[in-house]
């Protein structure tokens, strides 16, 4: 098999490490692994393995001729049999296939507001999809969407797989006291709900004050942006809550921390829970998306509701106060990655389902 994945940025979210994911693993199972970037690259760039021949289109505008015909050149010389394209980028993948019929094309679904789908567009989706040959998302609840409102009928779930990454120059050192960390793997995004964080976060410095929160995930400088750190000054958190905007060094950033949260109003299945379990984190995470699936309450984490702040505070305080529950949490994360979530696992269900349907 020869398999190209397209993403449009190589910004640090998670459908552009599930692509980069993707590529790198692939590069070690098949004859010709591929990446294609079409609008922005970014900081995910140096995680891209040196046995994936990668290219960056520098797409200027949404029908990009020249970026169509570069594209086909790249497919063409390669041989390329499948092209994989991530979220938003399978409008230039058919455009593709318009100019390159023989190619076969997958959609891969990361839509992150599950929980809204009722309000998500399908006009432009339903004028292409009929130009691939199958559909990938990341949750059930994205794959009976495609299926009734999309009415496409090779759809196939896989969850996301973690991926330690390459090995990188950049080495964050996050504030606070070690072994008093709690940890956000979040984009600055309204989805996300960091004000959860900073309600929190509120309550912890009057009841826990050696305790630090730590943001990670990248800055869009915008009214969401503004007002979180609006909020950090109002409720005197500037040396308990910090902000370090998008950063590479996850797997050393992680061995610093020593909670991982997730306060998420809406999930599909976060690549951040996947690290936080490969690196032995223990979590509270909010009850969206594939979440559930992933930790079952009091056995491997503590799962609340949405907009839950005391339920999440007390959960929180539970883990804080016992080194014993955050060994055994962590534990029983890792094993339930390992078991469910891992590369190895996932992609044998992918190479069956591209035999046997694509």
Known sequence: MRILQIIDSLEAGGAERMAVNYANALANEIEFSGLVVTRKEGPLLNQISSNVLYLFLNKKSVIDIQSVLKLRKFVIQNTVDIVQAHSTSFFLTFLLKLTYPRIKLIWHDHYGDSEFLSQRPSLSLKLVLPFFNGIITVNQKLKIWAEQKLHFKNVIYFPNFPSEENTISEQTILRGIQGKRIISLANLRVQKDHFLVLEVAKKIKLSHPDWTFHLVGKDFEDDYSKKIKTMILDFNLENTVFVYGSRNDIKNILEQSTIGILTSQSEGLPVALLEYGL???????????????????????????????????????KLMESDTLRLHFGNELQKTIGNNYSEQAVLQQYSNWIKTSI
């Open 279 to 317: 690196f032995k984190k223990p979590v509270v995470v909010t009850n969206v998306g594939e979440i559930p699936l992933v930790i079952q309450d009091g056995i491997n984490g503590f799962v609340v509701e949405t907009n839950s702040e005391q339920l999440f505070y007390d959960s929180l305080v």
